[in-house]
């Protein structure tokens, strides 16, 4: 059967948001599998802020995408052909797929998506690369202890959201930092966290000082900036900081904005450390299998925002994360299931 793959190949590196004219739009026949390979096309694309930093050249956690390369993209799809021992036509599959409706692929990074065990979305978000880093980075680098205070910003995202419910399970007292009422109400009403900071409309410093009079235990940081330097100042003894993202300087023109607060850290003996999700890869079974157990138990709600559409509004749904306009993990839908 011939099919026409379309693509999005980046075409410059941008210089603060991402801009349509750093896109290719590239349209090519689908080829056929070779033997070992399978054909995938794709249902589901995962749009994540990381995605920012893989347009800038330089060393970072992982290789920069290439001038003229698909966009990465972690992906669920649908195989539909292939001649790889492991994958049958019809099996769901999750993998690296890239911006693009159709990817060949050599199964390596691709797993299978149980659409019986959760929707298939779910596996881009709370049983995907967000869940393995709320999961791990919290219990590892985290390592929240029962009547403990968390705090984590970017608290209805896709990460935030988890870490969040997380921490509760655990027993921990748990406030939220968001970008709205509503976000914040959320966290509060559907999600179980103690408390929410709107940190567009509320002054987060006092705001911590009542929610969390006795200081800070762990910060899960999402967003860095303005919000990390405030944390700062209200951590307590001991305390330990996740630098897990930094979403309020990827498409900054000027220089990273550091904290000025550090010397908390020593007073108050504390730790900051950044975490890497593909350092947890050997264990994503442990993460996956716990994340399941506690949805399947309706302890652990999977917060998703899923976008209909075409390939062609991957880049304007990837501004929704910078703006603000996504409640949970934010997936675009290409194509239906069956
Ligand atoms: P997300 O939280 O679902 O979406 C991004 C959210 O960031 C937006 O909804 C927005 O929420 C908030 N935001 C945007 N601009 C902001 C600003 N200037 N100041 C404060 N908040 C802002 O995204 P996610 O996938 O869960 O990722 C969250 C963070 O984790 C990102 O920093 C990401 O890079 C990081 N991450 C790191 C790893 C790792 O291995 N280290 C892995 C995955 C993700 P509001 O409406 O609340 O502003």
Redesign the pocket.
Known sequence: MSRTNHQYRLAARPVGLPRTTDWDQVEEPVGEPADGQLLVQVIYLSL???MRGWMNAGKSYIPPVEIGEVMRAGAVGRVVASRHDGFAVGDYVSGGFGVQEYCLSDGRGVTKADPALAPLSVYLGTLG??GM?AYFGLIDIGRPEPGQTVVV??A?????SLVGQIAKIIGCRVVGI???ES?CRMLVDELGFDAAID?KSQDVKKELREHAPDGVDVYFD??G?D?LDTVLTRLARGARVVI?????QYNNVEPVKGPANYMSLLVNRASMTG????DYADRYAEGVAQLAEWLAAGRLQAVQDVVEGGVQDFPETLLR??R?E?T???VLKIADEA
């Open positions: 994540d802020p990381a690369m967000p880093t910003s970017g209805a995202g896709a990460v935030g968001a970008g709205g976000k940190y999402n967003v900036g919000i897990c993202g930094a979403i309020s975490m890497v999700v593909f994360l910078f603000g996504n949970g993990k934010l």
